[in-house]
């Protein structure tokens, strides 16, 4: 067996070659302190982004100030040379520019970072389902004669790799709305060959703000959240993780480079290097409008989905694994288009106010509100789309009716009489509805009833009367007497003097 080589104390380096023979008259314990912060020193640099160059020379005019520092006996140029720092010395520190790569390039270290294999093997179609918007790199032009690319809203069934996607061409400014998201989504749930996905994997765009309003829309389907691994039936991709969504970007990848490559107007993925049929002029459009590109796409799209794939599928192409689990006994799940639409709404209260609504600013009516005014109601309002009608609710979740907009007629219109005519009576029919049960009650003579078989108050005996004295229990009197009773009184005064007057007379004689 061959003796292991030994090292002997003075011949390992402290630092460099170089750097140790120049500072050999120092202590060792002051040299190994002096190297070890110069290996940190390197790792900082590194770690706040300096390239190779300039970790070499900061790093090495930091251990010139420190040699200097411990007491050499020499100008900074003079050990400088000695202070040079070799590649290997260097280079060891390498590693912590992870850490300012995570810093400043969050996504280039997620690509980077370790992670599970996943496979989609023995996923049912449509158990999971991947959504994303994808920006195509193809110049179509716009009715005004500008160009665009166009966006697609794509949808990935894991089990089968089978991809659908809805084409829209945005105005210049826009881009895609939520709105286009849920027609998108509402179009693959009526599609026969698709129908309601059990869970959803969607992006963090703003796009698919919509997604919060799935768990409702996936109770409509009669689906339980609850069995999904992760607790729910909605899985949102975290920021800057585009291998969670892997497949549907490999397929996007596969699309783009395979497939519309070979359509006029394509550009590729590097706007400052587009693919050009003439040199020095703007690429050329797709040689069409956007209907017939998308007439076009749908065609490519089935290329790609009978087109053999390996991985999970093993050499058979999407639509083939498809078919072979419907031929096994899958069934898809269908969904109601108009109830699944209401799931993307919010509710709210309104009062009724002369068989109307107000909402938005606009009035809404239907006749079988006639019955309800006054009444508090519950409206559906829809979050991202935008509806023609408005579904009304009583408190307790019965439906009333559909309210629509309640035009406004002029004076001189004969329309807006013969409307008003029929209102009024669609509101004596609600009378008449409301009446229909009813039995007259004289509701006066009711309560006199009520209050007559009440028992009477009892009467408590009086302690005594209060005195205010004489002049003022007068003139309370006066003032709460009635007419009948002041000439009363002034009678009595009347006769009372004309009686004191004759006394007088009568005393006056008899003298």
């Known amino acids: 067996m061959r003796k292991r080589r030994e090292t002997k104390p003075e011949s390992r380096l402290i630092l460099t070659k170089r750097w140790d023979a120049a500072t050999a008259g120092l202590d060792d314990a002051l040299r190994a302190e002096i190297a070890r912060e110069v290996r940190q020193r390197i790792r900082d640099l590194w770690g706040g982004g300096a390239a190779y160059s300039v970790v070499q020379r900061l790093a090495g005019e930091y251990l010139a100030d420190l040699t200097l520092k411990a007491g050499i006996g020499a100008t900074f140029a003079e050990i400088m040379p000695a202070c040079e720092l070799p590649k290997g010395v260097v280079e060891a520190g390498r590693n912590a520019r992870r850490v300012h790569q995570y810093r400043t390039d969050i996504k280039a270290w997620d690509d980077q970072r370790p992670r599970v294999r996943l496979t989609s093997a023995g996923l049912a179609p449509m158990e999971l389902v991947f959504g994303d918007v994808h920006h195509f790199d193809v110049y179509v032009a716009r009715p005004d004669g500008t160009l665009a690319t166009p966006k697609g809203i794509a949808w990935l069934d894991a089990g089968t790799r089978r991809v659908r996607i809805d084409l829209v061409l945005c105005e210049p400014?826009?881009?895609?709305?939520?709105?286009?998201?849920?027609?998108?989504?509402?179009?693959m749930t009526q599609d026969p060959h698709w129908g309601m996905p059990a869970k959803l994997y969607l992006d963090n765009g703003s796009e698919y703000g919509f997604a919060e309003f799935l768990p409702d829309a996936l109770k409509l389907a009669g689906l339980d959240c609850k069995d999904f691994g992760?607790?729910?039936?909605?899985?949102?991709?975290?920021?800057?993780?585009?291998?969670?969504k892997g497949i549907l970007e490999g397929s996007f990848r596969v699309i783009e480079q395979t497939i519309l490559s070979a359509v006029p107007g394509y550009i590729g993925g590097d706007r400052m290097n587009s693919r050009r049929a003439n040199l020095g002029k703007a690429p050329s459009p797709f040689n069409g409008s956007f209907d017939d590109f998308a007439h076009d796409f749908v065609g490519l799209l089935a290329f790609y989905n009978t087109k053999r794939q390996t991985g999970d599928l093993a050499g058979r192409s999407p639509e083939q694994a498809y078919a072979?689990?419907?031929?096994?006994?899958?069934?898809?799940?269908d969904v109601d288009e108009l109830a699944l639409m209401t799931a993307f709404s919010m509710e709210a209260r309104r009062t009724v106010q002369d068989g109307k609504i107000r909402i938005g600013g606009e009035w809404f009516y239907c006749d079988e509100l006639a019955r309800h005014t006054g009444d508090s109601v519950s409206v559906r309002l829809p979050k991202y789309l935008c509806w023609p009608a408005?579904?009304?609710?009583?408190?307790?979740g019965e439906l009333i009716g559909i309210a629509l907009p309640d035009p406004v007629y002029s004076r001189l219109d004969p329309a807006g009489a013969s409307e008003a005519a029929r209102r009024k009576g669609v509101a004596r029919d609600a009378i008449r509805a409301e009446a229909a049960d009813l039995n007259?009650?004289?509701?006066?003579?009711?309560?006199?009833?009520?209050?007559?078989?009440?028992?009477?108050?009892p009467v408590p005996a009086s302690k005594g009367t209060i005195e205010l004295g004489r002049d003022r229990a007068e003139i309370g009197r006066r003032i709460m007497e009635s007419p009948t009773e002041r000439r009363d009184r002034d009678r009595e005064e009347k006769q009372a003097k004309l009686k004191a007057t004759l006394e007088r007379t009568a005393r006056f004689r008899g003298l």
């Open 440 to 457: 007259r009650i004289d509701v006066k003579a009711e309560m006199i009833a009520s209050g007559r078989r009440q028992s009477a108050p």
């Open 390 to 396: 408005v579904p009304v609710f009583t408190t307790k």
């Open 230 to 244: 992760r607790g729910r039936a909605l899985i949102r991709a975290t920021a800057y993780n585009a291998a969670a």
């Open 324 to 333: 072979q689990a419907v031929a096994a006994g899958w069934q898809r799940t």
């Open 173 to 187: 400014g826009t881009a895609i709305r939520n709105s286009d998201v849920i027609d998108s989504f509402i179009h």
